[in-house]
């Protein structure tokens, strides 16, 4: 087996790596936090129902599905840096051309190819950060780069509240195009991975890949993967994606729920920074539970809470915990697998979790629509944590530090 040996990995190859990466998925949380915020905006402007709001973020969800599992085949194929840039570009052009949609269709149709960029580039770009460090640490390099998430929701929340009200969505959708002028900056740049490089298996085909994550010594943790990501996902864009708008159903103006989201989203930094620092010292599993449960329990209060203080309070927490726990799934997710299938590996549990992110916005709209309380409906997001929490506990192994074959 082809291992990183720690001589390979220079700190400074490591932080520019790092740098370049995390960028590209701050762009990747900017274009998923302002379509929580348009969506908001949407509702007013085409006067749209909740089933419809539901539909938006849906679609997002199932062309993030079919980019994980088609562009993740790919990476294995043909390398991590290409389908990176191919990914970044494609969600920042689609993006942009959606600011100019004048129905809800066309706005759809734009938003799965958006989704397809975004659900490929994610699990590739984890792949490759993984790939390219250390094993003792790994974990916590990983983590980090899942943070530039919170600081593109944070720009996200800046753009929206700063932008949308004076205006317009579309001028919000436009700034999301700008990244896809750093993807000429990457392509020069970035360095793929070096188990990629060191061990090109192009003989393999793309079923044998797909088996292969299937076959017995793998079945357990793909297992474990595809019922942690369906949940994770399922909770994450059912809560997340309608969090401005539950502030508007619980009675605030939607330029007051952006400002209170934008308080919530800051208490993703923390929730980053803690489990880097766990995740080498207390391993993938604790921080996993740990976080999970602390994001059902968060998720549960702020569905019932009935004050402006318990809202900014739990839904600071819940930002918190869950972003924390999404930091250690994408550490997780690529150490399951060896070099030859870790890309498809990690791309097929992505997939299966975008169903649970397709299946999450509909539900929340369906029963906003059925005239359901919030507080039932994000108990239903409680309880699939949970089993997503049992599947780590029962069927998970700790990775902690171990060489990535």
């Given at each position: 087996?082809?291992?990183?040996?720690?001589?390979?990995?220079?700190?400074?190859?490591?932080?520019?790596?790092?740098?370049?990466?995390?960028?590209?998925?701050?762009?990747?949380?900017?274009?998923?936090?302002?379509?929580?915020?348009?969506?908001?905006?949407?509702?007013?402007?085409?006067?749209?129902?909740?089933?419809?709001?539901?539909?938006?973020?849906?679609?997002?969800?199932?062309?993030?599905?079919?980019?994980?599992?088609?562009?993740?085949?790919?990476?294995?194929?043909?390398?991590?840096?290409?389908?990176?840039?191919?990914?970044?570009?494609?969600?920042?052009?689609?993006?942009?051309?959606?600011?100019?949609?004048?129905?809800?269709?066309?706005?759809?149709?734009?938003?799965?190819?958006?989704?397809?960029?975004?659900?490929?580039?994610?699990?590739?770009?984890?792949?490759?950060?993984?790939?390219?460090?250390?094993?003792?640490?790994?974990?916590?390099?990983?983590?980090?780069?899942?943070?530039?998430?919170?600081?593109?929701?944070?720009?996200?929340?800046?753009?929206?509240?700063?932008?949308?009200?004076?205006?317009?969505?579309?001028?919000?959708?436009?700034?999301?195009?700008?990244?896809?002028?750093?993807?000429?900056?990457?392509?020069?740049?970035?360095?793929?991975?070096?188990?990629?490089?060191?061990?090109?298996?192009?003989?393999?085909?793309?079923?044998?890949?797909?088996?292969?994550?299937?076959?017995?010594?793998?079945?357990?943790?793909?297992?474990?993967?595809?019922?942690?990501?369906?949940?994770?996902?399922?909770?994450?864009?059912?809560?997340?994606?309608?969090?401005?708008?539950?502030?508007?159903?619980?009675?605030?103006?939607?330029?007051?729920?952006?400002?209170?989201?934008?308080?919530?989203?800051?208490?993703?930094?923390?929730?980053?920074?803690?489990?880097?620092?766990?995740?080498?010292?207390?391993?993938?599993?604790?921080?996993?539970?740990?976080?999970l449960l602390g994001t059902a329990a968060s998720a549960y209060a702020f569905g019932?809470?009935?004050?402006?203080?318990?809202?900014?309070?739990?839904?600071?927490?819940?930002?918190?915990?869950?972003?924390?726990?999404?930091?250690?799934?994408?550490?997780?997710?690529?150490?399951?697998?060896?070099?030859?299938?870790?890309?498809?590996?990690?791309?097929?549990?992505?997939?299966?979790?975008?169903?649970?992110?397709?299946?999450?916005?509909?539900l929340v709209g369906t029963l906003v629509a059925s005239g359901y309380e919030i507080?039932?409906?994000?108990?239903?997001?409680?309880?699939?944590?949970?089993?997503?929490?049992?599947?780590?506990?029962?069927?998970?192994?700790?990775?902690?530090?171990?060489?990535?074959?």
């Amino acid at each position: 087996m082809t291992t990183i040996k720690e001589k390979e990995v220079k700190p400074l190859t490591r932080n520019k790596l790092l740098g370049i990466a995390g960028l590209g998925w701050m762009f990747d949380a900017m274009d998923v936090g302002i379509l929580s915020f348009v969506i908001a905006a949407l509702a007013i402007d085409w006067n749209l129902s909740p089933s419809q709001m539901g539909w938006i973020g849906s679609v997002n969800s199932l062309g993030m599905a079919v980019g994980a599992l088609v562009f993740g085949l790919f990476a294995d194929r043909v390398g991590r840096k290409r389908i990176f840039i191919i990914t970044l570009v494609l969600f920042s052009v689609a993006s942009g051309l959606s600011a100019f949609s004048t129905t809800l269709i066309i706005f759809l149709i734009f938003r799965f190819f958006v989704g397809m960029g975004l659900g490929g580039e994610l699990p590739v770009a984890s792949t490759l950060v993984a790939e390219s460090v250390k094993a003792n640490e790994r974990g916590r390099v990983v983590v980090l780069l899942e943070s530039f998430w919170a600081a593109g929701w944070l720009l996200a929340a800046l753009i929206s509240y700063f932008v949308i009200p004076d205006y317009g969505w579309r001028i919000a959708l436009i700034l999301t195009a700008l990244p896809a002028f750093y993807a000429v900056y990457l392509r020069l740049k970035l360095p793929d991975s070096p188990q990629f490089t060191a061990k090109r298996v192009r003989d393999r085909t793309y079923g044998q890949n797909i088996k292969a994550v299937w076959s017995k010594a793998y079945a357990k943790p793909t297992l474990m993967l595809w019922i942690l990501w369906f949940t994770v996902v399922f909770s994450y864009y059912g809560m997340f994606l309608w969090l401005p708008s539950v502030m508007v159903i619980k009675g605030f103006d939607l330029i007051t729920s952006f400002k209170y989201v934008l308080i919530m989203t800051f208490a993703q930094l923390p929730g980053y920074f803690t489990a880097a620092w766990l995740i080498e010292k207390a391993g993938r599993k604790f921080v996993l539970v740990t976080y999970l449960l602390g994001t059902a329990a968060s998720a549960y209060a702020f569905g019932n809470a009935d004050t402006t203080t318990s809202l900014i309070v739990f839904g600071a927490l819940l930002s918190f915990f869950n972003l924390g726990a999404w930091g250690a799934l994408y550490a997780y997710t690529p150490e399951q697998y060896p070099s030859v299938i870790r890309a498809t590996g990690a791309g097929m549990a992505a997939a299966i979790g975008r169903i649970g992110g397709i299946l999450g916005p509909l539900l929340v709209g369906t029963l906003v629509a059925s005239g359901y309380e919030i507080g039932w409906i994000f108990g239903i997001f409680c309880i699939a944590i949970i089993i997503g929490v049992l599947a780590v506990v029962f069927l998970g192994v700790e990775t902690k530090q171990t060489e990535l074959e």
